[in-house]
T-cell receptor, first 113, second 114 residues
C-alpha cells in the first residue's frame, strides 16, 4: 500500500527564513506527487504537482519541490517565507496501480513577523 | 467559475442518527472524492465516484456510503453515527483521474456527533 510520511508536524520560522518541509513516500514504482496547502479558515489548495520529467517542480507563491527518486522524497522548499505563508502543508502521493491519492498527516508552518 | 460547494457547512447530530452530506463539484468535473479529516489522522480517503460509479473505496466501515448523480453532484451518507465520526468531511473534484489532475477541494462539512 502507498503511504506518505511528513516528519515535521510543526515548524516555526521567522520571516525571510528559508523553508524545507520533508515528505517521504513508500512506493518504489511510478509515482505522482503533490503538495497542498490549507491557509487558516480556507480550503485545501494545490500548490504544485509532479508527474514526470524535470524533478524540480515550481508551484504557486514561490514554492518549489524536488523529486529525488533514490531517496523516495519530495521535499517542499521556499527561499524566503512570509507571514502569509502560515498554513498547514500536506504532501500527497498516488502510485502505480492505485487510483486514490494518499495524504500525509500535514505540517503546520507558523511564520513569525 | 464556481468552486466545489459543500452543504451544510456545520452539522450536529446525536449518536445513532444518520446524516447526508452534499457536494457540488466544479462544472465539468466528473470525478468526486470524499475524505475525512481529523487532527490525529489527517486526511483519510473514503471513496471516489466517476460518472455515477464508485471507482475506489477506502478502509471505512459499511456505515459510510455515497453516490453520484448524473449531474456529477455527490452525496455521502453515514448511518448509525458514532462519536468517532466527528470530523471535517471534505469533497474534492477533478476533471478526470484525480491523480493526474489534482483535486479542487470544497470547504468541508464539519460534523459533530454528541
Amino acid at each position: 500500500a502507498q503511504s506518505v510520511s511528513q516528519h515535521n508536524h510543526h515548524v516555526i520560522l521567522s520571516e525571510a527564513a528559508s523553508l524545507e518541509l520533508g515528505c517521504n513516500y513508500s512506493y518504489g514504482g511510478t509515482v505522482n506527487l503533490f503538495w497542498y496547502v490549507q491557509y487558516p479558515g480556507q480550503h485545501l489548495q494545490l500548490l504544485l504537482k509532479y508527474f514526470s520529467g524535470d524533478p524540480l517542480v515550481k508551484g504557486i507563491k514561490g514554492f518549489e519541490a524536488e523529486f529525488i527518486k533514490s531517496k523516495f522524497s519530495f521535499n517542499l522548499r521556499k527561499p524566503s517565507v512570509q507571514w502569509s505563508d502560515t498554513a498547514e502543508y500536506f504532501c500527497a502521493v498516488n502510485s502505480g496501480g492505485y487510483q486514490k491519492v494518499t495524504f500525509g498527516t500535514g505540517t503546520k508552518l507558523q511564520v513569525i513577523p | 467559475k464556481a468552486g466545489v460547494t459543500q452543504t451544510p457547512r456545520y452539522l450536529i447530530k446525536t449518536r445513532g442518527q444518520q446524516v447526508t452530506l452534499s457536494c457540488s463539484p466544479i462544472s465539468g468535473h466528473r470525478s468526486v472524492s470524499w475524505y475525512q479529516q481529523t487532527p490525529g489522522q489527517g486526511l483519510q480517503f473514503l471513496f471516489e465516484y466517476f460518472s455515477e460509479t464508485q471507482r475506489n473505496k477506502g478502509n471505512f466501515p459499511g456505515r459510510f456510503s455515497g453516490r453520484q448523480f448524473s449531474n456529477s453532484r455527490s452525496e455521502m451518507n453515514v448511518s448509525t453515527l458514532e462519536l468517532g465520526d466527528s470530523a471535517l468531511y471534505l469533497c474534492a473534484s477533478s476533471p478526470g483521474q484525480a491523480y493526474l489532475y489534482g483535486y479542487t477541494f470544497g470547504s468541508g462539512t464539519r460534523l459533530t456527533v454528541v
